[in-house]
């Protein structure tokens, strides 16, 4: 009768919970920097779970060390690490490249490697190969700092900053989601994807002083792999940074958003058809209006990423606040300009039993207010032969209704019970760029 080991058998319940094996051959030494060649074969020991079968190798590392396990040649197979024979470290990532592992040794002495087919029906020869990986050693960074490291948990490193000024930490990796925290002297910012792809990014201003970065995979602690990460000093615009204060109509500011919104005011000394811009490449803007009866946001209104506000704004003083849609810190460009409105635009009053006729500039949203005296059924349409239009009914901030097709073809058509009070219409395009002529008529049913 044939016997399993009891080190094969903690290799196959950790590669699958209710696999069982066979007697598989003593494990084959191997060592940092000489590739070992293997096969799986029909001898192999087998998981009767899934049909796949693995092969062993012992590795002794020494504590701390850090070192890259991969496979090579027609195998499509699975790598997974062991200190001694049964505590578990690391499984290889499954993906169509070949499998890949770092492993961190928490302590001097014999691991194992087990290489395994991905299913029933991987078999082939394959090379082994390990590398030392060399990880940061833990000394304080400094700007123009740029280290490789592993990471399988949160890693706090400390940061000493000598000069006061802008700077960009950069993590990279291409084994997990890169996440990054900084805490210090009037800083604590986090940042997902503010880099390229899955990478984090940091933008901020920093003192003089200590600070701690800690390095993380996103949304998940026992995520493991190599990661590089820098600190760069980085140039200063050429207009002085705003952080808020008063606009004008004209008015082009730069600011360095750094996790808190920056707030501006404006004044209108007449009714303006008012643009505002706000524009990045490192963060997602977030613009938010308010004054004199206003309360409206936009996130993505502009292009790409960017936010825009298109509206029709009468006399009196207006708050705005730019912000981002998303943890991060970056620069952004923030535009003002205000021109007299034309006629026919923007919106204005109506009466229950009337129509207006109007113009919808592209990005507009024309507001149309109406007080109803006395409660009852009413209908609010929206006809154009120029756009797809959409309505939507306010009473102070809430949104009472709203509609995109509910009339015919692409008219809006809202029908519904109102009590006594003062509303307002917001007349839109589903499209942000249409521009045309539409008629808006309010009825009493």
């Given at each position: ?6 080190l ?15 007697a ?10 000489t590739?070992?060649?293997g096969?799986?074969?029909s ?15 012992t ?5 701390g060390?850090?070192?890259q ?8 197979g ?32 014999r ?20 590398a030392?990986?060399?990880a ?13 490291d ?22 990279m ?22 880099g390229?792809?899955?990478?984090a990014?940091?933008?901020?201003r920093?003192?003089?002083g ?19 990460l ?51 490449t490192?963060?997602d ?7 004199n ?27 705005l606040?730019?912000d981002s849609?998303?943890p ?5 460009t ?41 409660a ?21 901030s ?43 008529s309010?009825?009493?049913?």
């Open positions: 009768m044939k016997t399993v080991s009891p094969v058998l903690a290799i196959a319940l950790a590669i699958a919970p209710t696999a069982a094996v066979v598989n051959e003593r494990p084959a030494a191997i060592s940092v920097d590739p070992a060649r096969e799986i074969t001898r192999s020991a087998v998981n009767y779970r899934d049909g796949s079968r693995s092969q062993l190798h590795l002794d590392l020494r504590e060390q850090v070192v396990i991969t496979i090579e040649g027609p195998l499509r699975r790598l997974t690490a062991f200190y001694g024979s049964d505590e578990l470290l690391a499984t290889s990532a499954e993906g169509p490249q070949a499998a890949s592992l770092v492993v961190r040794a928490t302590r001097s002495g691991h194992t490697i087990a290489v395994s087919g991905v299913d029933a029906s991987a078999y082939g020869p394959y090379t082994l190969r390990v030392t990986v060399e940061y050693d833990g000394r304080p960074l400094s700007v123009g700092a740029s280290i490789s592993w990471v399988d948990a949160p890693r706090r490193l400390t940061l000493r900053i000598e000069e006061a000024g802008i700077y960009t930490i950069d993590m990796s291409d084994d997990f989601d890169a996440f990054l925290k900084l805490d210090g002297p009037g800083v604590a910012l986090t940042n997902d994807d503010g390229d792809g899955t990478n990014r940091i933008n901020t920093l003192t003089p200590e600070y701690t970065v800690t390095t993380s995979a996103y949304g998940s602690e026992r995520a493991s792999g190599m990661y590089q820098s600190v760069a000093a980085r140039a200063t615009p050429d207009a002085p940074l705003s952080d808020g204060g008063p606009l004008t109509p004209g008015s082009n500011v730069t600011g360095l958003y750094e996790g808190t919104a920056h707030a501006y005011t404006f004044s209108l000394p007449a009714r303006r058809l008012v643009r505002i811009d706000m524009q990045s490192e963060i803007p977030l613009l938010h209006l308010s004054g009866g206003v309360e409206t946001t936009d996130d993505d209104g502009g292009d790409g990423l960017n936010a825009r506000l298109s509206t029709l704004l009468e006399a009196g003083d207006y708050s606040r730019a849609a998303a991060g810190a970056g620069f952004y923030l535009t003002m300009a205000a021109e007299e409105a034309p006629a026919n635009v923007g919106g204005g009053p109506i009466a229950v039993g009337r129509g207006v006729d109007a113009t919808l500039l592209p990005g507009m949203t024309d507001r149309w207010t109406f007080t109803v005296r006395s009852g059924d009413y209908a609010i349409d929206m006809r154009s032969s120029d756009i797809d239009s959409h309505l939507k009914l306010l009473r102070g809430e949104t009472v209704a709203s509609d995109d097709d509910g009339g015919d073809n692409l008219d809006s058509r809202i029908v519904q019970r109102l009590e006594a009070g003062s509303y307002t219409v917001e007349a839109t395009a589903v499209g942000s760029s249409e521009t045309g002529r539409y008629r808006l309010l009825e009493r049913r």
